[in-house]
C-alpha cells in the first residue's frame, strides 16, 4: 500500500505542469462505455485462481482540462483450481479514478484511483462451509490505468486498456493486470 | 521556481481537514493530546492544553445539550441533523483475506469489518424539511466477536451484518427553519454497546429513541426519550429502561457582542427500570440546573464561567483572560481557569450492576483543578507562529478505586474485569505544559502547519485512570488544485500512554506515528464532492489502545456526498 503514497507524492507535480481554463465546469462532456476484457493474477493468487473474463461499464466525465473522471462497476465470475473445494467466486468490482493526459502522448492517457472488490464464494453450502468466502466479502485498494483509444469518431471512441490493480488484502496484498476492449459513447 | 519549490514541498507534507468514520470516532484524526479510542461510542480524549487528568467526555458542560451519555461520559450524536443534501459512505479496515483465504487457510488474523453510511436532508420547502439517516461503524469490532458473543449469546445486534458493530443507527425526521431558528423531530431505531466501568461491553438496543429539537439564537432546547432494551440471552437476563432527557438552555451563541451575557437552564434525565439493566441512576432523575456568563468590560478583558448544583452535586467553572498586543503581528494571551466540582459529570450513572456486586460511580468531597496559561502568538499574511505554556494543580481528582480484578477468556484472547468504585486522589497533582505551533501558506494553494507539545506531570500517577502521553507531534499539509482537488495529510505521533486502574498490570498504549490522508474531487458548481480517506496508515496493525477495545487498524473509506 506504501506505493500508492509515493505515486501520490508525485501526482501533484504531473498535475501542476497542466493548463487549466479555470472558467470550464465539470461534466462539460460525458460518456458511457461497455468494457470486457481478461483479469490475470499475480503472484500466490496464481495458486487458488484462473485467468477469468470480466464485464464492466463505465462512466466518464470531463473534469478539468485535460483531466478526466470516472467511475466503474463491473462483475466478473471466476474459477478457481480444482483443488479448491469450490469452483468459483462471484466478483463485483467498483472503481472511482481520474484519467490524465498531455500533448506530447495524447491519444494515450494515465489515470488511477481507488478499487472496491466485493466476492462471494460460488458452490453448494457443504463446498463453502470452510471458506470466508462463503458470506460477502469486500476490500478496497488502488489502481493505475493506460488507456489508448485506437477509433476516435466523433461521438464514438474504441481502445484498449490496461490496468494493474493492488487489493489491500493480508496476509499479502492480491494483485493483477487487466486488459480490456472498450467502445465509448459520448452522450454530450 | 520559488512557487513550483514550494509546491514540491506541500504535495509531500501534507494536510488538514480529514474526516472522521462517524461522530464519536474524531479521536482517530486528532494528534494534540491524548486520544485512545475503540469505536464510535468509547474514547478517552484529553487534549494537551486541557489541564487535569480525566478526559474531555467526561466532563459535563452547558453545551453539550445533545450529546449522548454513555454510562458517565458524553459522546457526539449521530442524530445532528445534517446540511441539505444526499450522501453515501463505505469504507473497510484494510487487509481482509479475500483470496487470500484460499491459499493462506487457518491464518488467525481475523477479517476486517466494514463502515458503511447513507443520508438525505431535502431543500427546505416553505421551511420545511425530511431527513433520514443510517450510519454504521463495525470498525474495532472483531478482536472481541468472540467474547460479546459468548457472553450475550446473540448475533442479532446490528441493523446490518453480523459483526457486532458498537454503533449501528438510523433515524428520520422533520424539521422547520426560518431565518432565526429551527425544530425538528426525529424517531428511529439503534444499537450500540456501552464500555462499563467494570470492563464489560453491555449492548443496549434503543427501540425506539425519538428527539425534539429546538433551538435559536437564544434558546436551545433538546428532548430525546429512549426505550432501551438490555438482553443476554447467554445469561437468560432481560429488562427495558425508559430514559428521558431535556435540555434547556437561555443563551446567546452566536452574533453575541454585547459586554455582559447571562445564561440559565437545565439538564433533566430521569430513567424507569424493569428487569436487568446493568446501570442504576440515584432516585431515578437527575435534575442540574445551571447558570452562566461572559463579561467583556474592556474589549481585552474576559471573565467566563458557569455553575450548576442539585441536591447531590455542584459544579463551578470560571476563567479570566486578558489579550494584549504587542506590534502589529503580535498576539498575546494569558488567562486562568478554575473548575471545582464534586462531580466531572453529574448527569451520569450511578450504578453498575455486575453479578452480586455494585460499583458505586460517584463518591464524597470534591475536585479543583486551577489552571494558569500564557499564549504568546505572531500572525502575519502568509505566517503563524504561537508558544502556548501552562501550569495547573489539581486536588481531588476523580479516579477508580478497584476491589479486584476478573479475567475471562474468549478463543485466544483475555480480558480484563473489575469491580470498585469511583473514587478521588485527595493529594495535589502538578502539570506543566508547553506547546508551539507554526502555520504557513501559499495563497489558496498550500498550506502547512507543524505543532508539537509535551507535558511533564507529578503526583499520584499510579492512582490515575489513564496516564497520559508526554510529547506529541503533529504535521499537517494540505494542497488544493485550482479550488477543485484536495489532497490533505496528517502525520502524527504520540509517546506512550498508560491505562493503571483497568488491568492487574498497567496496561501500556504504547507511542507511535500515525498518517491519516485525504483525496477529494470536488466539484463546487454542482456542490459535489468524491472523497477517499485512509486512516491510520502506519499504525501497527495488532495496537489496542483501550483495555478489553479492539485492534487499531488501517481503515479506508470513501464519501460521495452532493449538497443542495
Known amino acids: 500500500m506504501k506505493k500508492i503514497f509515493g505515486i501520490l507524492f508525485l501526482f501533484p507535480l504531473w498535475v501542476s505542469a497542466q493548463e487549466i481554463n479555470l472558467e470550464e465546469k465539470a461534466f462539460s462532456s460525458v460518456r458511457l462505455a461497455g468494457e470486457a476484457g481478461f483479469i490475470y493474477p499475480l503472484g500466490d493468487l496464481r495458486d487458488a485462481i484462473e485467468n477469468s473474463y470480466y464485464g464492466l461499464a463505465e462512466f466518464r466525465y470531463r473534469y478539468r482540462g485535460s483531466f478526466w473522471g470516472f467511475l466503474q462497476f463491473g462483475y466478473s465470475y471466476v474459477r478457481t483450481h480444482d483443488w479448491v473445494e469450490f469452483p468459483g467466486v462471484h466478483q463485483f468490482n467498483g472503481r472511482v479514478g481520474l484519467d490524465v493526459s498531455a500533448e506530447w502522448i495524447r491519444p494515450l492517457r494515465f489515470g488511477g484511483g481507488f478499487s472496491c472488490v466485493w466476492l462471494r464464494a460460488d458452490g453448494t453450502d457443504k463446498e463453502v462451509e470452510n471458506t470466508e468466502l462463503s458470506s460477502n466479502e469486500s476490500e478496497f485498494g488502488w489502481f493505475a490505468r493506460a488507456d489508448l483509444p485506437i477509433l476516435i469518431l466523433e461521438n464514438y471512441q474504441a481502445g484498449v486498456r490496461l490496468y494493474g490493480e493492488q487489493i489491500w488484502s493480508l496476509p499479502e496484498a492480491s494483485t493483477s493486470i487487466w486488459f480490456g476492449i472498450y467502445v465509448e459513447r459520448r452522450l454530450w | ?564
Open chain 2, 1 to 564: 521556481m520559488k512557487p513550483f519549490f514550494l509546491m514540491i514541498l506541500f504535495a509531500v507534507f501534507a494536510f488538514a481537514e480529514i474526516p472522521a468514520e462517524m461522530e464519536g470516532m474524531e479521536a482517530g484524526v486528532l494528534g494534540n493530546g491524548t486520544y485512545l479510542t475503540t469505536g464510535p461510542t468509547y474514547t478517552f480524549d484529553r487534549p494537551s492544553r486541557q489541564g487535569g487528568i480525566h478526559s474531555a467526555s467526561e466532563e459535563w458542560t452547558p453545551g453539550k445539550t445533545r450529546d449522548r451519555i454513555l454510562l458517565n461520559r458524553f459522546v457526539p450524536n449521530s442524530w445532528n441533523v445534517q446540511p441539505a443534501g444526499v450522501w453515501l459512505a463505505t469504507g473497510n479496515e484494510v487487509g481482509d483475506l479475500m483470496y487470500q483465504s484460499i491459499i493462506n487457510q487457518g491464518y488467525g488474523e481475523g477479517n476486517r469489518t466494514p463502515m458503511m453510511e447513507v443520508g438525505f436532508r431535502t431543500p427546505n420547502y416553505k421551511g420545511f424539511w425530511v431527513t433520514a439517516r443510517f450510519i454504521q461503524a463495525d470498525h474495532f469490532s472483531t478482536s472481541t466477536l468472540r467474547w460479546r458473543d459468548d457472553w450475550i449469546g446473540d448475533w442479532d445486534y446490528a441493523l446490518f451484518g453480523e459483526n457486532l458493530p458498537f454503533m449501528s443507527s438510523a433515524y428520520a425526521g422533520i424539521g422547520y427553519d426560518t431565518p432565526f431558528s429551527s425544530a425538528s423531530i426525529l424517531a428511529g431505531t439503534e444499537y450500540y454497546w456501552v464500555y462499563g466501568e467494570s470492563g464489560r461491553w453491555i449492548p443496549v438496543h434503543n427501540e425506539p429513541r425519538v428527539e425534539w429539537n429546538f433551538n435559536d439564537r437564544l434558546l436551545h432546547f433538546s428532548y430525546n426519550w429512549e426505550k432501551q432494551l438490555y438482553q443476554n440471552k447467554a445469561e437468560n437476563e432481560k429488562g427495558w429502561r425508559s430514559v428521558w432527557n431535556t435540555t434547556l438552555r437561555l443563551m446567546c451563541d452566536r452574533d453575541c457582542d454585547d459586554p455582559l451575557l447571562l445564561g440559565v437552564g437545565f439538564h433533566y434525565r430521569s430513567v424507569k427500570d424493569s428487569g436487568t439493566t446493568y446501570f442504576g441512576l440515584r432516585d431515578n432523575r437527575v435534575i442540574f440546573p445551571f447558570a452562566e456568563f461572559v463579561i467583556r468590560p474592556l474589549q481585552p478583558l474576559e471573565f467566563s464561567g458557569f455553575a450548576g448544583w442539585n441536591q447531590h452535586d455542584w459544579m463551578v467553572k470560571d476563567s479570566v483572560e486578558l489579550r494584549f498586543e504587542a506590534g502589529e503581528f503580535v498576539r498575546n494571551k494569558f488567562g486562568i481557569k478554575n473548575h471545582l466540582g464534586s462531580s466531572l459529570n453529574p448527569m451520569g450513572e450511578d450504578y453498575e450492576f455486575f453479578g452480586e456486586d455494585t460499583l458505586r460511580l460517584f463518591t464524597d468531597g470534591y475536585m479543583q483543578l486551577h489552571r494558569l496559561y500564557l499564549d504568546v502568538g505572531y500572525v502575519s499574511p502568509r505566517l503563524k507562529m504561537g508558544i502556548h505554556t501552562a501550569g495547573w494543580i489539581e486536588k481531588g481528582a476523580e479516579t477508580f478505586e478497584p476491589d479486584a480484578f476478573h479475567t475471562v477468556s474468549a478463543g485466544r484472547e483475555k480480558y480484563s474485569l473489575r469491580t470498585g468504585n469511583v473514587s478521588r486522589i485527595d493529594s495535589w497533582i502538578r502539570g506543566f505544559s508547553a506547546e508551539a505551533d507554526v502555520k504557513l501558506w501559499y495563497r489558496e494553494m498550500f498550506s502547512f502547519g507543524g505543532r508539537f507539545g509535551f507535558e511533564r506531570i507529578d503526583g499520584a500517577r499510579k492512582r490515575f485512570e489513564v496516564e497520559p502521553v508526554e510529547k506529541w507531534v503533529q504535521l499537517d499539509a494540505s494542497w488544493i488544485f485550482k479550488g477543485v482537488f484536495h489532497i490533505d495529510h496528517s502525520w502524527f505521533y504520540r509517546s506512550d500512554a498508560a491505562w493503571n486502574l483497568r488491568t492487574e498490570e498497567p496496561f501500556v498504549v504504547k507511542g507511535g506515528w500515525f498518517w491519516n490522508m485525504s483525496l477529494s474531487q470536488r466539484f463546487p458548481e454542482y456542490n459535489l464532492a468524491l472523497t477517499g480517506t485512509i486512516l491510520h496508515a502506519l499504525t501497527e496493525d495488532d495496537k489496542i489502545q483501550v483495555p478489553n477495545g479492539g485492534y487499531d487498524r488501517t481503515r479506508f473509506f470513501c464519501r460521495i456526498q452532493k449538497m443542495f
